[in-house]
């Protein structure tokens, strides 16, 4: 197991390899020391009309280490008050990827063109410990009090969940 040590960093890893792609690029930055999310900045001007999608470069690569995975979220600011999201939140950055680091934002206004300049921060990367096993078929699965109950059906009886 990974614990933070008393300076918010994971023992074993105490910085992240960057690569610039782009002059321009900047690296990931935490507003806020203890910060989980590294604000992530787009290279190019970007202009999202209503529920329009983007694949935005960052000009970065990372390198993570075996044993963790980037996770890329979007920026709640960002989300509240232009509706800007990441499509396919959380977005994954395996560990054995080293290609540009993009980000699929899309734009839930249904009525506000979104404008982003170069250099705009648009989401976050979250590095975070991920446990890799291996898989195995079984002809059963133990038995839970959720059991099969899914997508809404917390609170729901028992005859009411296997309806759905």
């Known amino acids: 197991m990974h614990l933070l040590d008393s300076h918010d960093t994971v023992r074993g890893m105490e910085s992240l390899p960057v690569q610039r792609l782009v002059p321009t690029a900047q690296l990931p930055a935490r507003a806020h020391r203890g910060d989980a999310g590294a604000d992530l900045c787009t290279t190019i001007d970007l202009v999202l009309e209503?529920?329009?999608?983007?694949?935005?470069?960052?000009?970065?690569?990372?390198?993570i280490p075996h044993g963790y995975v980037g996770l890329i979220h979007p920026r709640s600011g960002l989300a509240y008050r232009q509706?800007?999201?990441?499509?396919?939140?959380?977005?994954?950055?395996?560990?054995?990827?080293?290609?540009?680091?993009?980000?699929?934002?899309?734009?839930?206004?249904?009525?506000?063109?979104?404008?982003?300049?170069?250099?705009?921060?648009?989401?976050?990367?979250?590095?975070?410990?991920?446990?890799?096993?291996?898989?195995?078929?079984?002809?059963?699965?133990?038995?839970?009090?959720?059991?099969?109950?899914?997508?809404?059906?917390?609170?729901?009886?028992?005859?009411?969940?296997?309806?759905?």
């Open 50 to 63: 209503p529920h329009a999608r983007v694949l935005a470069p960052t000009g970065i690569a990372v390198a």
């Open 83 to 164: 509706g800007l999201t990441v499509l396919n939140t959380p977005g994954t950055i395996d560990a054995g990827y080293r290609g540009e680091i993009r980000v699929l934002l899309y734009n839930a206004d249904s009525g506000t063109t979104i404008r982003l300049a170069a250099g705009e921060r648009i989401a976050q990367l979250v590095i975070v410990p991920v446990a890799l096993p291996s898989f195995h078929e079984v002809s059963t699965l133990d038995q839970t009090d959720r059991g099969s109950g899914g997508f809404g059906s917390t609170g729901m009886t028992m005859e009411e969940s296997a309806r759905r």
